[in-house]
Protein backbone atom coordinates (compact mmCIF):
# COMPACT_ATOMS: atom_id res chain seq x y z
CA UNK A 1 0.00 0.00 0.00
CA UNK A 2 2.95 2.69 0.71
CA UNK A 3 3.43 2.32 -3.26
CA UNK A 4 -0.05 3.32 -3.94
CA UNK A 5 1.53 7.14 -4.61
CA UNK A 6 -1.79 8.85 -4.30
CA UNK A 7 -3.46 6.25 -6.60
CA UNK A 8 -6.43 5.22 -4.34
CA UNK A 9 -7.16 9.08 -4.03
CA UNK A 10 -7.63 9.21 -7.48
CA UNK A 11 -9.86 6.41 -8.13
CA UNK A 12 -12.26 7.62 -4.87
CA UNK A 13 -14.68 9.70 -7.32
CA UNK A 14 -14.92 5.90 -9.47
CA UNK A 15 -15.67 4.37 -6.33
CA UNK A 16 -18.18 6.24 -5.12
CA UNK A 17 -19.95 6.79 -8.53
CA UNK A 18 -20.46 3.04 -8.44
CA UNK A 19 -21.36 2.93 -4.75
CA UNK A 20 -24.07 5.61 -4.92
CA UNK A 21 -25.61 3.27 -7.81
CA UNK A 22 -25.65 0.88 -5.00
CA UNK A 23 -27.18 2.77 -2.57
CA UNK A 24 -29.87 3.32 -4.90
CA UNK A 25 -30.50 -0.05 -6.19
CA UNK A 26 -30.09 -1.01 -1.79
CA UNK A 27 -33.10 1.29 -1.29
CA UNK A 28 -35.28 -0.67 -4.41
CA UNK A 29 -34.81 -3.17 -2.48
CA UNK A 30 -32.27 -5.08 -5.10
CA UNK A 31 -29.70 -6.84 -3.34
CA UNK A 32 -28.28 -8.57 -6.64
CA UNK A 33 -27.53 -5.44 -7.98
CA UNK A 34 -26.41 -3.66 -4.71
CA UNK A 35 -23.79 -6.21 -4.42
CA UNK A 36 -22.78 -6.45 -7.67
CA UNK A 37 -22.50 -2.63 -8.00
CA UNK A 38 -20.38 -2.50 -4.45
CA UNK A 39 -18.18 -5.15 -5.38
CA UNK A 40 -17.50 -3.99 -9.32
CA UNK A 41 -14.43 -1.13 -7.97
CA UNK A 42 -12.50 -4.40 -7.04
CA UNK A 43 -11.65 -4.96 -10.61
CA UNK A 44 -10.00 -2.09 -10.43
CA UNK A 45 -6.73 -3.83 -8.47
CA UNK A 46 -6.02 -5.49 -12.26
CA UNK A 47 -3.50 -3.06 -13.88
CA UNK A 48 -4.81 -3.40 -17.37
CA UNK A 49 -5.83 -0.79 -19.97
CA UNK A 50 -8.78 -3.27 -20.92
CA UNK A 51 -10.42 -2.47 -17.00
CA UNK A 52 -10.21 0.95 -17.44
CA UNK A 53 -11.84 1.18 -20.33
CA UNK A 54 -14.29 -1.62 -19.22
CA UNK A 55 -14.76 0.60 -16.00
CA UNK A 56 -15.25 3.72 -18.25
CA UNK A 57 -18.06 2.00 -20.59
CA UNK A 58 -19.55 0.65 -16.63
CA UNK A 59 -19.52 4.59 -15.84
CA UNK A 60 -21.18 5.86 -18.79
CA UNK A 61 -24.12 2.81 -18.86
CA UNK A 62 -24.28 4.21 -14.82
CA UNK A 63 -24.93 8.07 -15.81
CA UNK A 64 -27.27 7.11 -18.74
CA UNK A 65 -29.16 4.62 -15.83
CA UNK A 66 -29.21 7.95 -13.82
CA UNK A 67 -30.81 9.55 -16.72
CA UNK A 68 -33.22 7.11 -16.99
CA UNK A 69 -34.29 6.97 -13.15
CA UNK A 70 -34.25 11.11 -13.26
CA UNK A 71 -36.70 10.89 -16.13
CA UNK A 72 -38.95 8.56 -13.82
CA UNK A 73 -38.55 10.70 -11.39
CA UNK A 74 -39.50 13.78 -12.70
CA UNK A 75 -42.50 12.52 -14.16
CA UNK A 76 -43.86 10.85 -11.24
CA UNK A 77 -43.27 14.44 -9.72
CA UNK A 78 -44.93 16.69 -12.13
CA UNK A 79 -48.07 14.29 -11.93
CA UNK A 80 -48.41 14.79 -8.77
CA UNK A 81 -48.11 18.21 -8.76
CA UNK A 82 -44.61 18.26 -6.68
CA UNK A 83 -41.78 20.45 -6.59
CA UNK A 84 -39.44 19.32 -9.25
CA UNK A 85 -36.15 21.74 -9.98
CA UNK A 86 -34.27 20.60 -6.53
CA UNK A 87 -34.81 16.85 -7.46
CA UNK A 88 -33.80 17.74 -10.82
CA UNK A 89 -30.79 20.27 -10.02
CA UNK A 90 -29.23 16.60 -7.43
CA UNK A 91 -30.09 14.25 -9.81
CA UNK A 92 -28.00 16.41 -12.72
CA UNK A 93 -25.47 16.82 -10.25
CA UNK A 94 -25.22 12.91 -9.72
CA UNK A 95 -24.98 12.65 -13.36
CA UNK A 96 -22.47 14.74 -14.18
CA UNK A 97 -20.54 13.23 -10.87
CA UNK A 98 -20.45 10.14 -12.64
CA UNK A 99 -19.80 11.36 -16.23
CA UNK A 100 -16.47 13.15 -14.57
CA UNK A 101 -15.52 10.17 -13.00
CA UNK A 102 -14.69 8.23 -16.22
CA UNK A 103 -12.18 11.35 -16.72
CA UNK A 104 -10.04 10.44 -13.61
CA UNK A 105 -8.29 7.98 -15.45
CA UNK A 106 -6.94 10.56 -17.63
CA UNK A 107 -4.39 11.76 -14.69
CA UNK A 108 -0.65 10.60 -15.58
CA UNK A 109 -0.58 8.56 -12.38
CA UNK A 110 -3.15 6.52 -13.37
CA UNK A 111 -2.56 6.34 -16.81
CA UNK A 112 0.80 5.24 -16.18
CA UNK A 113 -0.38 2.88 -12.99
CA UNK A 114 -3.37 1.15 -16.06
CA UNK A 115 -0.54 1.20 -18.57
CA UNK A 116 -2.31 3.09 -20.68
CA UNK A 117 0.25 5.30 -22.22
Known amino acids: MAKSNGIVGLLVPVVLSFWLLAAHYLRMGNMLLFGALVAFPLILLV???LIVKIVQGCLVIAA???MMITYQMLE????MGDDWLRMSMIMG???LFTLLSVCCFLHSKLERHYRLE
Open 47 to 49: RRA
Open 64 to 66: IIW
Open 76 to 79: ARIM
Open 93 to 95: GVI
